[in-house]
């Protein structure tokens, strides 16, 4: 068993000081991997001190100086996939194949975002005034366990290139791989004090974190509840604030898609990162003259996807993340038996032969109304609910009636229809045929999916304050 004593602070790994105790635990055996000492106040200002120690000088680096960092990150990242791969399935419980790509992920926002400060204007002129884009100051940044140090990266890759620099708050769940990527950032060779990382609980450091008076901005990707709070701390300090939260995205079927494709696919989207992604096509809404067949082909899919060892290539969904988690989602398949949705596959228990991990059956909902609480919150696991729709305004209308709008999706055979309908969802992004992710493109939330928008120019203009220069 590991012991995780070491925060990262200045450009070195220190000793965290703080009395709690945190059992990482491996989700598909619940086998105990490492104890994890988390930091304290004192850990997270010393942390803060060097962050803005380092801003008077980094603020004023070059576009070529920054170039360079980025780069040097992703050549260390990338001689380090086999740890970053094999470490977020054993801590996390991530599948081998999403875990792959969100390796992937990680390592294209450093180019992509390169490609972005390569040609960004940092002063522009409008009207009589010149405009100054400057660098917001220290930012915090809190990511959750479900995709950690993608979370990180991409996080940190924007405030590198915006002449920021940062105090990092992992979820206390990954400590593992968050002991790998301070290793990354410490052989890409950063100024000290540009990069540091502090572990700790939301209620004693993420709080501490977002109440700082030297934490210029918070960039936070999690729950909405947790969102709502730190909006709520933040605004004592006029802290700016990047949200990016739950969601509960709708996938719409037209009457001119093709069944025997587009439904598979809807299964296996809903199931992505074991159901614990916010952007997860949860509530797959159908021609209500093509339930049935709709049905056949949801039920065949979810019975015939692998559930199991997360090491094993062609497993599609892993252990839920705890047994929390998995308790969770339990409660929810149980709610919606009792709201009166048909259970077509899955249901409540582990499947068979998985009796010590956090694993849940593949479950599908049919006959699901928009109203009950299965369509309208958040779930974070393997549970599909089929909604169907009379005509084409009931489905957007449908779609949009949740207080969520992160992600959405739309698939037809006529792609004018589809950009016709994704043009009427309420959504931060909207996938036709298919899913994809652009890292050039902004990713953010409607709604209470959030505030502010990452990736791309976007994300980028997030981190920076504009400044009017008048003659």
């Not at 206390?172 to 290793?183: F, G, K, Y």
């Amino acid at each position: 068993m590991k012991i995780l004593d070491q925060i990262y602070v200045n450009g070195n790994f220190v000793k965290s000081t703080g009395a709690e105790r945190f059992n990482t635990i491996n989700p598909a055996t619940n086998e105990k991997l490492a104890e994890v000492h988390l930091a304290n106040s004192n850990d997270l200002d010393n942390a803060v001190a060097a962050a803005k120690k380092a801003f008077q000088t980094f603020s004023k680096s070059t576009r070529e100086e920054r170039i360079d960092i980025l780069k040097n990150i992703s050549d260390v990242l990338s001689r380090r996939k086999k740890d970053f791969i094999e470490t977020m399935v054993t801590e996390y419980g991530g599948t081998l194949q999403f875990s792959e790509a969100s390796f992937s992920n990680a390592l294209s926002t450093f180019s992509s975002t390169i490609e972005i400060l390569e040609n960004f204007d940092f002063e522009r002129s409008i009207g009589v005034s010149k405009l100054k884009l400057q660098p917001v100051g220290v930012v915090g940044i809190i990511t959750p366990w479900n995709a950690s140090n993608s979370f990180i990266c991409s996080k940190m890759a924007t405030a590198i290139a915006a002449g920021c620099t940062a105090v990092v708050k992992p979820s206390e769940m990954s400590a593992l791989q968050s002991q790998v990527i301070m290793e990354v950032f410490h052989d890409a060779g950063l100024p000290p004090g540009v990069f540091n990382l502090v572990n700790g609980f939301g209620n004693t450091v993420g709080t501490a974190l977002t109440s700082h008076k030297d934490i210029s901005k918070i960039s936070f990707t999690g729950s909405t509840v947790t969102g709502k709070s730190i909006a709520r701390i933040a605004v004592d300090t006029m802290k700016r604030v990047t949200l990016e939260l739950g969601g509960k995205s709708p996938n719409i079927i037209l009457a001119d898609a093709d069944l025997a494709t587009t439904i598979p696919m809807a299964v296996y989207g809903a199931y992505m990162n074991s159901g614990q992604a916010c952007i997860a096509p949860t509530r797959l809404l159908v021609p209500a003259d093509k339930l049935e067949q709709v049905n056949h082909i949801a039920k065949t899919t979810a019975e015939g996807i692998k559930i199991g060892n997360p090491l094993e290539r062609d497993t599609i969904v892993g252990p839920m993340v705890s047994v929390k988690q998995f308790e969770r989602v339990q409660n929810y398949i149980r709610l919606g038996i009792e709201e009166g949705a048909t259970l077509l596959t899955g249901g409540t228990g582990k499947p068979q032969g998985l009796d010590s991990g956090n694993f849940v059956k593949a479950t599908v909902f049919t006959n699901v109304s928009n109203s009950m609480r299965i369509a309208q919150e958040e779930i974070f696991g393997p549970v599909l609910c089929i909604i169907p729709y009379k005509d084409e305004d009931e489905a957007i209308q449908l779609a949009n009636d949740t207080a969520y709008g992160l992600a959405a999706y739309v698939s037809a055979a006529d792609d004018k229809a589809a950009e016709r309908v994704a043009a009427q969802i309420d959504a931060g992004r909207v996938c036709i045929n298919g899913f994809s992710h652009d890292p050039l493109a902004p990713f953010g939330g409607f709604k209470q999916s959030g505030i502010g928008r990452e990736y791309g120019v976007y994300g980028l203009e997030e981190y920076l304050e504009v400044k009017a220069i008048l003659n």
